[in-house]
C-alpha cells in the first residue's frame, strides 16, 4: 500500500478556520441569553454542611435560583473517570461522587450553586453565599503517607486507613538475591509534585431541554462517557442526555474526568429546560478539577560490579486527594512499568492509592508515567553514579532488550528501540563532547548534560475495553465525510484519521472531511481520546471501515465497467483497470451514477467498530543541557532533544508538535510548577496562573523533536502512541543534567530556586559567611 | 444604583462602530457580546494568559482588563480583521498554519495578533527579543517552538531576508558562548 | 463585565479632583492592571472608580526647568522603557518596567499605578527608591511633593491625601547627573511573574572612577515597603572599587532588609539573593560607569 | 429609512419640526409598515406618541369630538362616540391593529380604502388643525380630503352625536382592503352620499344625491344606468374588480342605502 498522505506533513484540517478566528468553541455557540452558573465551592478541607442561609443572596437582583447540597433529595454517587464502563462489577470505577455534597472532603469541594442572568450577579450572590455556610469542621490531612496512618481522619467509610487500593508485585526471591556476594546496593526516596493541566480554555459547558431531553454541550475529550455518567449522576436513563462536543481548547487528561456537565444538566432540569451555562473561571479550575497524583517513591536496587542488577524493590505512595476519580489505574500503571523498563529476575513492589482532604487527582498528560518515569531514571542515574558507570552505558546494558515479551499486555519490543533513540540524540546534541567538556567544572555558573529515557504503551488494553467506531459517507462527487469516537482536542486525530482514509480508500486528501465534533446521537459509539490511544486504535477501525467502503466502490465500478472486481482499484480518485492500468472512470462519476442509477442505486457508506485487542511499546528518550547559576540558584536550559519511536509517523508536523507540546510540559514539570497548599487550613496557595509558575514563551529554548521510526506490527497503519510520552523523560533528564554539572543530584520536583538554594547549601556549594552570624543572631 | 450606559465611538478592524456598552463591561464582552468577534478568547480574565490580546493604536493589550469605554476614539484590530476581503490569510496568518504552530488554536487569536504587531513593526528582533516580545501569551499544547518559527520567519521575510528565513527550522540546537563567571 | 458600583470618567486633572471630592468612597483607576483584577477577585468589587487613563495631559517624559526629569504618572511601562530620555539618564528605569508581567501588561500598566498600590513587589519602586525619586500629588489644595521614601508609609499604604492624585514623578538632576545604574529583578520564571526580590543598584564615580563618589541601592520585597539599605551605602560610599569592598557592602544590606519567611519564598532564600543581587548589580553599575575593579 | 426620530411632546413642537422630508407617525400601521413609501421617503420620523392633549373625547351640545390620536380601539369602547361611527371602526377587523391605528392617521393618509372618512364625510365631521405656523384651523373632512394641507397636524375630528348614518364596505376577506366603502346620512337638506373607491378616490356622489333629490322613487336600474355610463367617475380595470363590476356596485349600494336611510322599505 504506497502511501500519497501517511507519512507527510500535510497542514492539520482545521488550521486555516483557527488561523482565521472563526472556529467555534463551547462560548463561542452558547446563545447569550444562557443563565449564568456559578459553584458554590467549600471552605474547609474536611466537613459537614450543617446550613446554607440562601435569603440574603436570593435577594441580589438578577440571581434567578440558588441550589445547595439539600436540594439533593436522591443522593446518586457516580464515578467520574473517562473510563469505559465495565459490565465486571469488580471492574467499574469508585462510585465516590455528588453533583452537590453536604460532606465535602477538600477545600474546592462542590457544595451549592448560584444561577443567575449575568456573572455580576452570580459572583455577588456567590460572595454572600460563601459566608453564610455553617460548617462542624473536621480534622483532615493532606499528606498520603500520614493518611494511611492510624487515627487519620478517614474520608470514605468503605476504604480503611484512606487506602483506595493496594497492590503488589513480586518476581524470583529478592530475599535470596541480595545474598549474592560483592552487590552494590542503591536506595533513594523521591518525590514528585501536583500541577495542573493549565489548558487554555478553562472547562465550560452549557445545557437545554429538547423535547424530554437534555443536550448538554461541553468541552470534553470524551462525549459518549459524559453521557453515560450524566445518567448515571442523575439517575436517568443515560438516552435522556445528548452530549454535543465542538473544538476544544486542550483537554491533558483534566477533560477526560466528567467535571460539571452533570451538575449543570442537573440544574437545566430544574429549571424546565432552561437554557444554563457553567463557565470555570481559572482559579477554580487549578482546584476543582482534577490534578496530576503526587507521588512518593522508594527504590532500592541491588548491582553486580558489572553494573547488571541482581535485585530490585520499590514501594509507591501515591496522593490522590478527595474522590476516586480514575482510582487506582494510576499508581498501577506504575507499578507495572517498573519491572518492565529495567527487567531483573528479582523483584518486590507494591503502591498504594490513598485518599486525601486534597483536590481530586486524576488523568492528567503521562497518566502517572512522568513520576515513575521520574523516580526510576533518577535512581538509575544514582545507580550508574554507585558504581562508577556512565549513565548512558548503564542504561543500554540494563534496559528491556530487543524481543522482550510481556505476557499480561501481549506487548512485545520488535526493535533495538532504545539504542536507537539514545544514538540519534547523542548524535543531535553532541552529547558525547559536552560530557567531556563539563565534567569537573568550579565556576559560580557551570553546565551538564544528560539523558534519560522512559517506559510507556498505547491505549488501556488489556486493563480496559479498547473500541473505536468509525463511519465513513460518500457524497455524488466521491467526496466523503468521516465521523470517529476519537475526538479532536488539539492533537490532530482530524488531520491523521484523513490521511488514513483517502490513502485507504484512494481518493484525494481534498475530498476527505471531518465531523468533527461529536455528537452522541450522530457520531458512532466510542471512548474519546486518552492513553495516547487516538491514532493507534482510530486507527484499526478507520481501515476496516475505509476498506469496507472501498468493497462497495469497487462493486459498484463493476456494474458500471463490466470488468470484475479482482481487476479494479481506485487510485487517486480513479476507477483503474489494474491489468493495464487504464483509467476507466472517476470516483465522482461512479457516486454519481451509483446514487441516480434507476438500477439498483445505492448510498456508499460504510460503517464498522473495530475491538482493539493489542497494544504497542511506545519509547524514546530526553537529553537536556543545562547552565546552572549557583549562587542565584537557577537553571537555565540549554538545549533539550527529544528522539522517540512511535511506529510510523502519519503527519512529521503534527507529531513533532506533540513531542514539543511534551517537552515543555515536562520542562515546566522539571523546574517551576507545583500546587501549594496551607498546611493550617487546607486552603490552596496559588491557584492562578500568576503564582502557578507555567513556563512562559521566555523559559523554554527551541525544542527539538526527532523520530525513529520502527513500523509497528500489531498496528493497523505501523504507528504507536505519542501523545503522553514526550512528557515522561523531560524531568529525569534535567534533574540528572543538574547532577552532572553541580555534583549535587536532587530527588524532588520541582527544582526550583528554593529546592536548590536548599541542596546547594546542604552540598556547600553556597556557604555564605554571614550565615552563622545571622543564625547566632536568631538563635539570640 | 442605576446602570450606567454610554456610547463608544471606534474603529474595529478598519470599521466605524458606534456601541453602547455598560460602563462596567470590558473591551472583551464588547467584542465578544456585542460585535460577536468570537476569536477574542477568555482564558484566566486576570491579564495572564493573553488570549484576549487585541491591537489598540498599534500595541498589544490584553481586553479583558481593558474597560470597554476606553475605546473610544481608537482604532482597534482582531483576527477577524487579519483575513482578507475573500478570505486570504495574511502572512502571519499563513506562517502559523504552515509551520504547525496552531495546536488546540484556543491561544492562537491572541499569539497572531501579538505577531502581527512584530512582523509589521519593520524592526528585526533577535531572539530573545523575539521571545520576550511573544511572552504575554500563554500556550500549553505547543510548547511555543513552531510559533517561534512562524514568527520569525515572517519577520524575515518582511525584511526581504528570504535565505535566513528558510534556515530557522533548521536551526535546532543552540551553541551557547562560555558563561562568563563571576568571580 | 465588572462589579463597578459607579464608574466616572474624569476629563482633566481638575475634573479627576472635583470628582474624587464628590465621590469620597470612590478609588482612582488607572491603567487598571491590578485595580481590575483585584475587582474580579472580589476585594474591590462593588466600589465607585474615578477612571484617570483618558488623561493624556498625565503622560510623557520630559526634562523641566529645573533640570529634573519628568515622568507622567499615566505613562505606560513600555513608553517609559522606549522613552530616549529615560535611555539616556536613567535607562535603568527603562530596564526594571520592562521586566512588569508581559508586553500587553507593560502597554496598558501605568508607572503612577505601579507606585500608588504601595505594593514592595513594584518593579519600578526599587528603582525609583535608589534614585530619590519625587512624587507629585494633585489634590484640591494644588501640587505636593513628597520625596518616595516618605511617599511609602506602609504595605500597600501610601502618603495619598484624600481627593489626590500623583500626577508626576519626578528624578532631580542630582540624582540621575553622571550616575549609571543596574536592577536585577529575582523570579520564578522568566516572564509575567512578581518579583520574589528585586535589587536596583547605581554609582557615581570619582572623576578617576577608582573610588565610589556615591552608591545607592533599593530593594523590593526585602521589606513591607521598598527600602535603601543605608549601612551598606554608608560603607562603601568614597570606598576604592575592590573586590574585598563589593564584597563587604553586599553582606552589610543584610543589616538593613528584614525579608519574610513566606510560601512564597523562605527568609533564608531571600536573604541569600539579597546578598548575590547587591553584588552583581553593583558590579554591572561599575562596568557601565565605566569603573574598573582593583585597577 | 428615516435616520432621526423626534418624540413631540407637543402638537407645537409637532408642527415645528414637520418639513417635507419629516413625516408624522401616529399609530404607526402605516408609517412603520415594511415597504411604506412614507417612511422610505422621510428623513425624521416625527412621533406624536407623547404629544399632550390629542388621546380625548369629549361631548359638548350634540357633537362628539374625538382626538386625532384615539385609535379605533378607543372609538369601539367609548360609550361617548356614535353608533354609526363604531360601526364604520369596526370595519377595521384586526383588535390588535385597532389597538395601534389612530382616526387621525386613517384620515391623514387619504387612503382609497378608507374604514372611516366615507362615513365621516357624509356625517358632515368637522376637523380642527394645527398649521406649520402654528395657527389653529376648523375645516370638514371633505375639504381635508380634497386639498388639506399635509404639513398640518390634525388636532380632534368632531362629529354630529344623534344623526341617522348607515356604511357599507365590500372586500374580500375582514383584512383586505376594500373595493368600496359607502356611507348614507339623512340630513337636513336630505340624503348625502360619499364613498371610497379603490384606486379611484374619496367621492361624494352629489350627482346621485341630486336624483335621489328629484324622484325618491326612482328606479334601481335607472341608477344602474345612470352609474354605467357617468364619464366623471375613473373607475378601471383592477385586481378589485371590472369597471363594469365596480360601477354597478356603487349604483345598487347607493340605491340600497338610500332607500334604508329614508326609511322606504319597513
Known sequence: MSNKYIGQAVTRLDAHDKAMGRIKYTDDMCDKSALVIRVLHSTVANGIVKSIDTSEAEKVPGVVRIFTCFDIKEKHYFPTAGHPWSTDPHHQDIADRLIMTDHPLFYGDDIGAVVAEDEVAASQALRILEKSVVYEELPFVLDAQEAMEEGAPLLHEKFPNNVLAHTEIHMGSVEEAIKEPGLIKCEGWYETQPVQHCHIENFICYAYGEGDRTVVVSSTQIPHIARRVIGQATGMDWGKFRVIKPYVGGGFGNKQDVLYEPLCAWISIQLGGRLVKLDVPREETFISNRIRHAIKYHITSWMRPDGSFAARTIKAWCNNGAYSSHGHAIAAKGLNAFPQLYPCDNIDGETWTVYTNRSVAGAMRGYGMPQASYAFEVHAEDCARAIGMDPLEFRRKNLMPVGYYHAFSKNELYSDTFNQCFDKGAEIIGYYDKVKKYANQTGDIRRGIAASTFWYNTAVYPIALETSSCRIVMNQDGSVQFQLGETEIGQGADTVAAQMIADTVGIPLSMVHPVSCQDTDITPFGTGVYASRGTYTLGFSVRQTALLLKEKILEAAHQFTRMPVYNLDLIDGKIVRTTDGRELMTIGELALSKLYTTEGSQHLTAESTYQIKSNAYSFGVCFAEVEVDIPMCRVRLLNIVNVHDCGQVINPLLAAGQVHGGQSMGIGYALSEKMMWDAKTGRPLNNNLLDYKMSSFMDHPRLVADFVENYEPTSAYGTKGLGEPPVCPVAPAIRNAIGQATGVYINELPLSPHTLFREFTDAGLINDPWRKEEQGKEAK | MAKQYKVVHCTVNGKEIEQVVDVRSSLTDMLRNDLHLTSVKKGCEVGECGACTVIINGEGFNSCIYLAVWAEGKEIWTLEGLTGPGGELSDIQQAFVDEGAIQCGFCTPGFIMTSWEIVNSGKEYTDDELRKALSGHLCRCTGYENIFRAVKKTMLRHLGKYEEAELVNSQGITEYPEPMPFK | ?295 | MANQLLMAKSPEEAVAAKNASAVFVAGGTEVNRLGSDAAAAADTLISLKKCAGLKDIEEDAGFVTIGSMCTFQQLVESEKVPSYLKEAALFMASRTKRNMATIGGNIASKRSDSYIIPTLMAAGASMKLLTAGGKEVKTWVGEYIDEGDSDALIISVTVPKDMKVISKRYANTAQSHAVLTMSAALGEHGVRLDGAVKNVGLLHFCDLEATFREDPDVSEDKIIEMVRVCTGLHTADDMFGSDEYKRYLIAVTAYDLHKRITGKEV
Open chain 3, 1 to 295: 463585565m465588572y462589579d463597578i458600583k459607579a464608574l466616572y470618567e474624569a476629563e482633566s486633572v481638575q475634573h479627576a479632583v472635583q470628582l474624587l471630592q464628590e465621590h469620597p468612597e470612590a478609588q482612582i483607576l488607572a491603567g487598571g492592571s491590578d485595580v481590575l483584577v483585584q475587582i474580579r477577585e472580589g476585594r474591590r468589587a462593588g466600589c465607585e472608580f474615578v477612571s484617570i487613563y483618558m488623561l493624556d495631559e498625565l503622560r510623557g517624559i520630559s526634562i523641566d526647568e529645573e533640570e529634573n526629569i519628568r515622568i507622567g504618572s499615566l505613562t505606560s511601562f513600555s513608553h517609559i522603557t522606549k522613552d530616549p530620555i529615560i535611555q539616556k539618564y536613567i535607562n535603568v528605569l527603562g530596564e526594571a518596567v520592562d521586566m512588569v508581567g508581559g508586553p500587553q501588561i507593560r502597554a496598558i500598566g501605568t508607572i503612577g499605578g505601579n507606585t500608588c498600590n504601595g505594593v514592595t513587589s513594584a518593579d519600578s519602586a526599587s528603582t525609583l527608591m535608589a534614585w530619590d525619586a519625587i512624587m507629585e500629588l494633585t489634590g484640591p489644595d494644588g501640587v505636593r511633593r513628597v520625596p518616595i521614601k516618605d511617599f511609602y508609609i506602609k504595605a500597600k499604604v501610601v502618603d495619598i491625601r484624600p481627593a489626590e492624585i500623583q500626577t508626576a514623578i519626578l528624578i532631580p538632576k542630582e540624582s540621575y547627573d553622571r550616575c549609571f545604574g543596574h536592577y536585577i529583578k529575582y523570579s520564578m520564571r522568566n516572564a509575567l511573574d512578581i518579583a520574589t526580590t528585586g535589587c536596583s543598584v547605581n554609582v557615581r564615580l570619582s572623576e578617576d572612577k577608582k573610588t565610589f563618589e556615591r552608591v545607592r541601592i533599593g530593594y523590593g520585597v526585602a521589606s513591607p515597603i521598598p527600602v535603601r539599605a543605608p549601612s551598606a551605602e554608608e560603607f562603601i560610599n568614597g570606598k576604592e572599587i575592590t573586590d574585598e569592598n563589593i564584597k563587604t557592602f553586599a553582606e552589610t544590606v543584610l543589616k538593613d532588609i528584614n525579608p519574610r519567611d513566606s510560601w512564597r519564598a523562605g527568609r533564608a532564600l531571600r536573604q541569600h539573593i539579597s546578598v548575590v543581587m547587591a553584588e552583581r548589580a553593583l558590579r554591572e553599575s561599575i562596568s557601565l560607569a565605566g569603573g574598573e575593579i582593583n585597577g
